[in-house]
């Protein structure tokens, strides 16, 4: 089992822009590591207290995961961290040899410049 991060930002606090947001930042990941939806196993979503229009879930079982376990949380207030940021963790189950790519989207590029390339 391996976990997979990412991030991504959206313009506005509204629901249609969180659920899009949240559904391309997974269709990303599964793209980027070759995966498909039985190799997940949960999705941990984070977004910053200034996103409080819809939880990021709610895009994915729109775009069809639903039989996917989820949960959406508050990121931590830290004073000058980034504006409405969807975070996300995918742990997932994938051959013990397959290189994980993180994905980080957007705004959330400057989060790891080392891993957005």
Excluded: W
């Excluded at 559904?23 to 990941?29: G, Q, S």
């Excluded at 940021?85 to 790519?101: D, H, L, S």
């Amino acid at each position: 089992m391996m976990a997979i991060r990412g991030a991504i930002t959206v313009e506005e606090n509204n629901s249609s822009e969180i659920e899009e947001a949240s559904a391309v930042l997974l269709e990303k990941i599964m793209l980027s590591n070759n995966l498909d939806r039985e190799s997940i196993v949960f999705v941990l979503f984070t977004s910053t207290e200034d996103l409080s229009s819809q939880y990021p879930a709610v895009g994915i079982r729109k775009a069809g995961y639903t039989e996917i376990p989820m949960l959406c949380v508050s990121e931590m207030p830290v004073t000058g961290s980034l504006r409405k940021c969807i975070r996300v963790m995918v742990m997932v189950n994938v051959n013990g040899n397959q290189r994980v790519r993180h994905v980080y989207l957007e705004g959330a590029k400057k989060l790891r410049p080392d891993l957005s390339g």
